[in-house]
């Protein structure tokens, strides 16, 4: 779910900045910054490709068994902790301050930070523990140098970003899977089970999915709003195929967190709807979009994609609870 975590923390971080009245293109930079650090938690699913490289060729749900399997060894683990994250935060402050002032102090500070937490991890965890919150310090202090180099934000404000994202992200993990462990390195539980959204196990998953979804969909909308761009004018008519996905029904598995791959995979694939050529606009359409930010050709097809893929959930949702 790293893409939900990071949409989520963008569209909440952007949000909040404009709010207290930061310009907008401001606004976007912290957002996508925080949205970059909420996703960087999920590296530690970088170990399901040693399962991959190592499983038997097989059916393509056979590596997904796989992938998952051996990810799950240390996913959720020592990158997802409310213990952790500050330290990766102040880590991050130093290291955009070192980057700025070329302060060696700072420098030093952020490599000691990182370095206590492997440490602390390969004491905890092993060299596997050690391994995995290495590669996340790497990721997370890599975000923090590309911020200090790319964009004037302070180090307090990339502190912040990182904070708020990497502290937002373990809470939209309590809906699949086990709960992350949310005190590490503590040997005390927050959460002993996830949140279960419906008994009917095919329906907590189309209620999750829907959840991801509808961050998606924050994120787009702030986006929108933002840039002065309008819904009606980004989605394609042809989003509306999505619809036909209902009669998938027939023939793929009732989906549950257990047997989720067939279902999300095709359904997903619904968005290449919004890559084929799209209806041309009109000149006043033009016009407008002349006054708004510039946005990729690609925002457009993506989002018609999206609506597709959101328009074949409903559908599907809908014949599954009432067929």
């Not at 404009?18 to 925080?34: H, P, Q």
Request: charged share 10%; aromatic share 10%; proline share 4%.
């Amino acid at each position: 779910m790293f893409i939900g975590h990071a949409l989520l923390a963008f569209a909440v971080a952007a949000t909040v900045t404009v709010s207290v009245g930061w310009s907008r293109e401001r606004a976007l930079t912290v957002g996508i910054l925080a949205g970059l650090f909420a996703a960087a938690p999920d590296v530690d699913i970088a170990y399901a490709l040693v399962g991959v490289a190592t499983a038997s060729v097989g059916s393509a749900l056979a590596l997904a068994g796989a992938f998952w399997e051996t990810g799950n060894l240390v996913h959720r683990v020592v990158t997802h902790s409310l213990v952790v994250a500050p330290v990766v935060a102040l880590a991050a402050a130093l290291a955009v301050d070192s980057v700025r002032r070329a302060s060696r102090a700072s420098r030093a500070g952020a490599f000691l930070a990182a370095s206590s937490l492997v440490v602390v991890a390969g004491a905890e965890s092993g060299a596997l523990g050690a391994a995995v919150m290495g590669l996340f310090c790497v990721v997370s202090l890599g975000i923090a140098v590309a911020a200090a180099r790319r964009t004037d934000l302070s180090a307090r404000t990339v502190a912040a970003a990182a904070l708020f994202g990497l502290v937002s992200h373990p809470f939209g993990d309590l809906f699949t899977g086990e709960p992350p462990a949310m005190l590490y390195p503590f040997d005390v539980t927050l959460f002993v089970e996830r949140v279960t959204l419906h008994s009917d196990p095919t329906v907590h998953l189309l209620s999750a999915f829907g959840l991801e979804l509808a961050t998606v969909w924050a994120a787009v909308l702030v986006t929108l709003w933002l840039t002065r761009r309008s819904l009606r004018t980004t989605v394609d008519p042809r989003a509306a195929l999505g619809v036909g996905y209902a009669a998938s029904l027939l023939v793929i598995p009732a989906p549950t967190l257990d047997l989720s791959y067939p279902f999300v995979f095709t359904v997903l694939a619904v968005g290449a709807v919004g890559v084929t050529p799209r209806f041309s606009q009109s000149a006043k359409t033009r016009r407008r979009l002349r006054h708004s930010f510039e946005l990729p050709d690609w925002w457009s097809a993506g989002v018609t994609g999206l609506a597709a893929v959101t328009l074949a959930w409903v559908a599907y949702s809908v014949v599954y609870l009432f067929a």
